[in-house]
């Protein structure tokens, strides 16, 4: 398995506009998480899965931000509008049944 | 309060040297404990998982203390290739729900 695909690797967009981060789970793998990382915040939860399902969403900043995950094998994080506020590396990370933890490589979005 | 919380550092220790950081966690139903590393601009990897009993893996040694509601983490004879931020992690029983403390940066020196 190739692990936890995250793409794009690097986003530039500027301030309002729509932003998508996908990210490809491990095959098999039964619970996804998306984390936000700033310097000031650390690692950040913002939403995780179990089974396709968002289990906790409390981590999510604002209305602006969403997810899905319409299949075991595909998740979306957006945000709309985006702000610069929003600047910092996004990581998925995917688990089997509370084992290890295996993250993306990370996609790190600056708004201008 | 922050459910889980670390030191930030850094540490700064000679090669060689043992150095040891602390994690807190807030909830005692807490049930999963692991240590992650994460280097520069890199994604955070699995160190190692905390067990009740403690466990060791060569030069690391991790610790379980329930009744103060910490995990520690020992590393001895430190090289070089160990400077890099640790992250400890805790898991709720019955969730899948991994929170990660803002990490530790450890720095050593030749």
């Known amino acids: 398995d190739a692990g936890v695909i995250q793409s794009p690797r690097h986003e530039v967009t500027e301030m309002g506009q729509e932003v998508t981060l996908r990210c490809k789970p491990i095959s098999g793998h039964n619970s996804l998480f998306w984390y936000r990382q700033t310097m000031m915040r650390g690692l950040e939860l913002l939403i995780y899965f179990n089974n396709n399902v968002p289990i906790d969403d409390s981590g999510m900043p604002e209305d602006r931000f969403s997810a899905k995950m319409p299949n075991a094998s595909f998740s979306t994080l957006k945000i709309q509008p985006s702000e610069p506020r929003d600047s910092a590396v996004y990581f998925c990370?995917?688990?089997?049944?509370?084992?290890?933890?295996?993250f993306g490589q990370g996609t790190r979005l600056t708004v201008v | 309060r922050k459910e889980v919380e670390q030191d930030p550092g850094p540490f700064n220790v000679p090669e060689g040297a043992t150095v040891a950081f602390n994690c807190t966690y807030s909830?005692?139903?807490?049930?999963?404990f692991f240590w992650y590393r994460q280097d520069c601009r890199k994604e955070p990897k699995l160190l190692m998982s905390?067990?009740?009993s403690g466990n060791e893996d060569g030069r690391f040694t991790a610790q379980l203390n329930r009744a103060s509601q910490y995990i520690s983490l020992l590393i001895r004879d430190s090289k070089l290739s160990d400077s890099a931020t640790y992250l400890c992690v805790v898991s709720t029983s019955g969730t899948y729900k991994y929170i990660f403390g803002t990490g530790t940066r450890l720095k050593v020196l030749a």
């Open positions: 990370a995917s688990i089997l049944e509370g084992t290890e933890a295996f």
């Open positions: 905390v067990y009740s």
């Open positions: 909830n005692s139903a807490s049930q999963s």
